[in-house]
């Protein structure tokens, strides 16, 4: 056997395939390797099949046991401590990952980083930086991003991109998924991740991406997103059955909010949930808890009870799932019009903040005081709103979701909720819009109250739209936000550009649309100063001095100095308002 595997021909391209996800070519790979060197070919084949779920966590913890009795080289017992605690991860069991955590002083730093190192310790790095997100401690996110950031490093030193985009798709799903904080930058993050990869044709990685995409969509309430994803998935025609699965679950989840929970619906997620479980259960973790939540939300109460006691007969693997599980049994009890006092429900709330879930906490208080509301405890219900608002975003920067569970008992739903889509009337605008751009800077009202748009992105967009006289094309767009991005990567920012405008101003989608590769905005229901004085341009002599008197700017001049296309209206703008004063 050779004393180090590093030197062994055809490892380093292995490893590539392995980044990559190309794992159909590994057989052949690691067969070669075991010409060489049979445990390093026995490691290789474990690596591959471990990464779609086709290999045990005994069979590993059995090849851990064979490497650290036979192996000259360290780097073979590392490997194999990555690929157990990624399929750890991946059944909910913690318990392997200290291994992970206490192996990691012991890796050689940059000097001795050979690709093979590289590649294994980026993965190591990844799985310690998770763990912190679904088993907090205190200074746990720093710690995470920490890892998470020198995890990347180690990737983008080996020149693996498929492992970049994982690491900061994965990290920001879970983070989505278990704290709530930031859902909608952690969805732009797991989309620009996702368009690192374009379409590479064999790779695993793709479609795990865009599950995770579709995941964390539907965590933001942003249906469309979730929708688009879940198909990319669906196309597949390699899919593995693990993910297959679980894309299942996700589509009858998507489907049971867009039908606001119709009977077909119900009975078609309890299936998909019933079909993961029989297959692969070890995959089941927050999907339970999370459906039967969402069927407690929609009013079938039952079900949830049905769905939530199944999840909770399950031991929990962490201190998170323990919290919410114990707050699933709760919504259950109060619902069953079993006595619950609010200072217990507060306590268990107090711990998912104190944890690192603070507004994760908020928005399950907004959801508990509804599921009093409806029970007839009105003063409970008042204690757990306030409790809740204190703690989620202004009613500007909530999810779909936590804009529906904050309204009152009898209050409108809140628009572009989930399950509420297709009750709205097409290009219908709840508040009146008002826009001013010929103005030193970009000023946007929702209902007469000033709404920030914190994206740079977004108030470009907006002025872009505005201004260009006829629909703004996809790659246009793209070109003028973002001038080096490939349109691969461009596209999924559109996207989520286009989503955050939706959002803020609390828009249907017909409004602001995109047909084909054109951009399109309705201007029904809209006050903008352009469009006003475009329009005063074709009228008497006075309204058009009117209009030009009234400017106090040039099309964000303050803000968007240097954007070409906007320079060149400008320039049609400042001709106009000289021909008006000159009286011609």
Known sequence: MASSPNGIPGLHETVRMLAAGRLSEIDAAAGSLRAADPLLGDVVAADAAARVGRIGLAQLNDLLRRVEAEAGDPLLRWWVLAILGERAFLDADLGAIPLVAQVLPELPGEPFATLPLLYVRGR???????????????????????????????FLRADLTAEVALTRGLSAAIHAIATWDEVQEDLEIVRDARGLLGDTEGSIWLPVLDELQALVALTAGDLEAADAALAAVERRQDLHPPLAAVAAVGRAEHALVVSAGSATAVKDVIRALDDLRSSYPHLLGLNQLRIANLLADLGHTEQAR???????????????????????????????GLPRTVDDILALLAQLAEQGHERRSGAVALRMARDFDRVGDAEAAATLRDWGLARVPDARHRTPWEQRWAQPPGATRAPGQPGETARRLPGAVPPAVTVRVLTPVQEVEVGGAPVPLRSMPAKLLLALLIAHPEPLHVEQAIDLLWPDAEPEVGRPRLNTVVHRLRTALDLHPAVLRR???????????????L??????????????????????????????????????????????????????
């Open 515 to 529: 047909t084909g590769d054109v951009l399109l905005l309705t201007p029904t229901g809209w006050d903008v100063d």
């Open 124 to 154: 190591l790095r990844r799985i310690a930086s998770a763990v912190y997100l679904v088993a907090p401690t205190p200074g746990g996110i720093a710690d995470h991003r920490r890892l998470r950031d020198e995890a990347v490093a180690d």
């Open 306 to 336: 049905s769905v939530g006691l199944a999840g909770l007969a399950w031991p929990p693997p962490n201190a998170l799932m323990t919290l919410i599980g114990a707050l699933l049994r709760a919504r259950l009890e109060v619902l069953d």
């Open 531 to 584: 469009f006003r004085y475009r329009r005063a341009l074709h009228g008497p002599a006075e309204d058009r001095i009117a209009a030009v008197e009234a400017m106090t700017g040039n099309l964000c001049h303050v803000q968007f100095p240097y954007d070409d296309h906007l320079i060149e209206q400008r320039r049609v703008i400042e001709a106009e308002v000289a021909a008006v004063r000159r009286g011609t």
